[in-house]
């Protein structure tokens, strides 16, 4: 199972829908989306990761990285996710503190900072 | 003697393949169905270190997995840098690593692996010495239904 990007934009928002599995091998994919998002001026990002199958630690420091890189121009990044087993690794290093973590991509659009 | 051993270039591309042979060795030897998604999880997080540690010192060697059943299912990924474990490379846990990751762009400090299977693993170790580094780390099978 290889890594799966699509993107679509919502207004300032942009959704990311990432799907299989994020590791050492794959997470350069998306560092590089992420990159070219905030490049093109996209700074407010929705990660939707419902249909992610495995994350480690490597995938963790891409997201974190792009919450840098979002930040930096007073942008977001928001995470969608339900999976317990992938919710359990944000709470292991304590990442839950840092991303705000929605049930659903509408309410990850509908939150208010 | 390891019931499985599977060695593989430091490449990240294999990490995967370690993972799932990992995963298809502790269901045949009789781990709880209910730890595997944490043995994937360690084991994969266990290769990619030596894997990044291979890379970092330009060490083209195999990284060893080895997988048996001692009573327990006991893996072992092994490395063949040598030297000690770096002092930043000790597990943390908890917001410990929120501070050390939210230092960096894209990538983690190294450590955050071993603080991974720290907080997923009760039983590890970690060694080191002149022929590299060993992450040991072990998981109770199933009572046996006689």
Known sequence: MDLSLTSRDEGIRTVVGVGGEIDVYTAP?????????????????????????????????????????????????????TQERILKIFRITGLTKVFPIYATVDEALAAQD | MASVELRFSPLPAHVRTARLVAVAAARRIG?????????????????ARAVRRHQAH???????????DEGTFVVEVSDRVPGSVDTD?????????????????????????????????EDVTVTSGPGGSVVRMCWPLRPRVD
């Not at chain 1, 630690?57 to 928001?78: I, M, N, P």
């Open chain 2, 89 to 121: 490379e000790r597990p943390m846990s908890g917001s410990a690593g929120f501070t050390a990751v939210s230092g960096g762009d894209g990538v983690f400090p190294s450590g955050v692996d071993l603080a991974v299977i720290a907080g997923l693993v």
């Open chain 2, 31 to 47: 781990v709880d169905e209910d730890a595997l998604d944490e043995i994937r999880l360690a084991v994969g997080e266990a290769a």
């Open chain 1, 29 to 81: 994919k998306l560092r590089e989306q992420i990159v070219k998002l905030v490049d093109d001026g996209r700074y407010h990002l929705v990660i939707d990761m419902e249909d992610v199958e495995f994350l480690d630690s490597t995938g963790l420091g891409v997201l974190v990285g792009g919450l840098k890189r979002a930040r930096a121009h007073d942008g977001s990044l928001r995470l969608v996710c």
């Open chain 2, 58 to 68: 330009e060490c083209d060697d195999p990284v060893v997995v080895s997988l048996s």
